[in-house]
């Protein structure tokens, strides 16, 4: 488990990490109508793909965590993370036995119309501390900081927690995403394991 703190060590402004605004006209559509009807899309190597408005995920049983954020860019910042456990996803979609890793495709797009994505294996999955978070210090997730939702994986660098989840996806193997490394940064070199 990564290190929990209490709310006396909340830091006084979460920063933004990556992209402040996705600014895709999607986007701005679902940011004019407060995601009133985005969907989480949860498919792949899994037995039942479905889909999730964010009023159902808020509906589902959630988890709260004080934890610390590492970015490799070496700041850090103390914030409260509230959202739906990863693995209750997971249960609902039941993954086929041939899926090796979950995927995250988010609605920010680089300079170039690459959309970011990331992925972590299944022990990170099911680990407790894995959370699709949809709020931020007791507030909806601000835009900046990844809303509606926002991977929270916190035995890892920042850069692996993508922002703006658009659609989950289990997968058997990476060479067919992308550049083929499991990531958005990975394809330019990072490590794909991030572990503090």
Excluded at 38 to 63: C, H, K, T
Excluded at 105 to 122: C, M, R, T, V
Excluded at 142 to 156: H, K, S
Aim: charged residues 25%; contains cysteine.
């Amino acid at each position: 488990m990564a290190r929990e703190y209490t709310e006396a060590d909340l830091s006084p402004v979460f920063p933004v990490n990556g992209t402040t605004h996705p600014g895709t006209a999607e986007y701005l559509a679902w940011v004019e109508n407060n995601f009133a009807d985005w969907q989480l899309e949860v498919g792949g190597r899994v037995e039942q793909p479905a889909r999730f408005s964010l009023a159902a995920l808020r509906g589902l049983p959630s988890r709260t965590q004080i934890t610390r954020h590492d970015c490799v860019e070496g700041w850090s910042a103390i914030g409260k993370w509230k959202g739906v456990p990863l693995r209750l996803i997971l249960e609902q979609v039941r993954p086929r036995p041939e899926a090796r890793y979950v995927v995250f495709h988010s609605a920010d797009p680089d300079e170039l119309g690459h959309y970011y994505y990331e992925s972590i294996d299944f022990e990170e999955a099911y680990h407790p501390q894995t959370i699709l978070a949809y709020d931020l210090n007791d507030r909806p997730l601000p835009i900046g900081n990844g809303a509606p939702l926002r991977l929270r994986l916190e035995r890892q660098l920042g850069y692996k927690m993508a922002k703006y989840i658009m659609r989950i996806e289990l997968v058997e193997r990476f060479d067919t995403l992308a550049g083929g490394k499991g990531g958005y940064w990975e394809d330019q070199g990072y490590e794909w394991y991030a572990g503090i």
